[in-house]
């Protein structure tokens, strides 16, 4: 019955789990406080300002009375039914006793890039709860098998500047109008209203097609990995949170370091991301113990390099990252304690989802934890074997070729050694033969061999001519004696 019940919850967060809503968070709306230097909506005894030199598009939700507005040389007021503006008839107004001028603050600084204007969520109605999505920067900011939503009664202006110039989505609503063929959004960003809401070289592309790939898609923003964490961190990027665990972990696709644990997987086809993801969900997230845990689960292309120097493509991994709301010294407890039970639920059904090899790190208050032995660090070592024994080669080449001459003494025995072996095994000129000290090596030699009188009857006398003086041995002493 156990099993039951999760497939039946499988199959229903299946079908919202193929579609991802994202929703841009910043507005222009009149009744917004925070679009005003005062941070308050203008009352009636305020001057309104908007610069004559910002182009700006502002939805008004109501009827405002006001004492004086200057507006934009280039703008546009959406009025909502009923909504509108009126001079100030000088009755008293409370709490605006005293007026004041009240500006328009810029909209110009809002990025489509930026990370952290947007919401994300697997259906609308999640939005509209507030559960969002946790996920690394890059896929925070709409990706190219994405819904985007700009809500209904709202104005905005956004920067589209794009390294690729082409943002590709599966659809884009803006104004309450969905938009999911290229045709009609061509026709929609034609208008004045779209050209004061959209600025910057970027162009869309909606394809209206959901990821074919069971095992998930790749979000398609790693060509715009610089651009996105420049318009979240700042061009001088420092500002990543300060982190008190030694090593923290570089998820791929996040713009800081993360203290928590990341899990790769390889699959087989028979993998399907909407079903892991339930069973993480179910089988771990909704436990208390991992209440103020947050998951990230999605298809990454993950860098290879040759001995960890030459790079040599990417090939597609799943990739799990877990962080936790602890502090101080406890900071990614939590997510490494779920890291754990999570590896030890693939040991005992990973192949049942698709699941071959797994890797997981972890970074927690003061230390870092593999519990499988990262790719790089045995290519390190392998590196550092050859690298070892390429040098001892080497040496010994030139040791024995008399480039280098080495002090130590047993280098010197050992080369000495091998200069008798060679010797031995090709022998030089021993120069003439002499037949009195001349020893035999052998049985054959031995048996060849004359005495000693036949020897002496052999050796050359004086008168014959042929022989040679001992300068050691003087013939006059002997016939002295």
Known sequence: MKSLSFLLLSSHFLAVSIAVYKQ???????????????????CANDVVLFKNNKVISVFVQSTHSLKDMYLPLNGEFIMASGAGFEAFDGS????????????????????????????????????????????VDEERVPCQHDDVIFQ????FRVNIDSSEQ????????????????????????????????????????????????????????????????AALLGDSGDRCPALECKNPLQPVGHCCTICGATISLEYTPQFDIGQYRNRLLHAFLTLPKYAG???????????????????????????IVL????????????????????????AEHGASFGIVIDNVQEAISSTLVGHSVDGRTIVEVVFGLLLGLLVFGVTVLLCRKGTIRLPSIRLAMLQNRMGNQESVE????????????????????????????????????????????????DETEISTD
């Open 24 to 42: 841009w968070i910043p507005n222009t709306n009149f009744e917004n406080a925070s679009n005003w230097d005062k941070d308050r909506i203008p």
């Open 92 to 135: 008293l107004d409370p709490g605006c006793d005293t007026g004041s001028e009240v500006t328009f603050t810029d909209a110009e600084e809002y990025k489509w890039h930026d990370p952290a204007l947007w919401h994300a969520a697997f259906s609308l109605e999640d939005l509209e709860q507030g559960k969002y999505l946790f996920s």
């Open 152 to 155: 209904p009664e709202t104005s």
């Open 166 to 229: 082409m943002i590709h989505l599966q659809s884009i609503s803006i104004m309450g109008q969905k938009f999911a063929s290229n045709e009609a959004l061509a026709e929609y960003m034609q208008s004045s209203s779209a050209k004061l809401q959209f600025h910057g070289n970027g162009t869309f592309q909606v394809m209206n097609d959901r990821c074919a790939d069971k095992s998930g898609c790749d979000c398609g923003n790693a060509e715009e990995h610089q651009q996105i964490c």
């Open 293 to 319: 845990v947050q998951m990230a689960i999605s298809k990454v292309q993950k860098g290879q390099s040759f001995l960890g120097l030459v790079p040599r493509g990417s090939v597609p991994v799943i990739q």
């Open 323 to 346: 962080i936790d709301d602890k502090a101080g010294s406890r900071m990614g407890t939590n997510a490494e304690q779920l890291a754990e039970d999570i590896m030890s639920d693939i």
């Open 426 to 473: 090709e022998p030089g000129d021993k120069g003439f033969d002499n037949p009195m000290f001349d020893t035999p090596t052998s049985k054959m030699e031995l048996s060849d061999a004359c005495s000693a009188e036949e020897v002496m009857k052999e050796m050359p006398n004086k008168d014959s001519g042929v022989y040679f003086l001992n300068p050691l041995y």
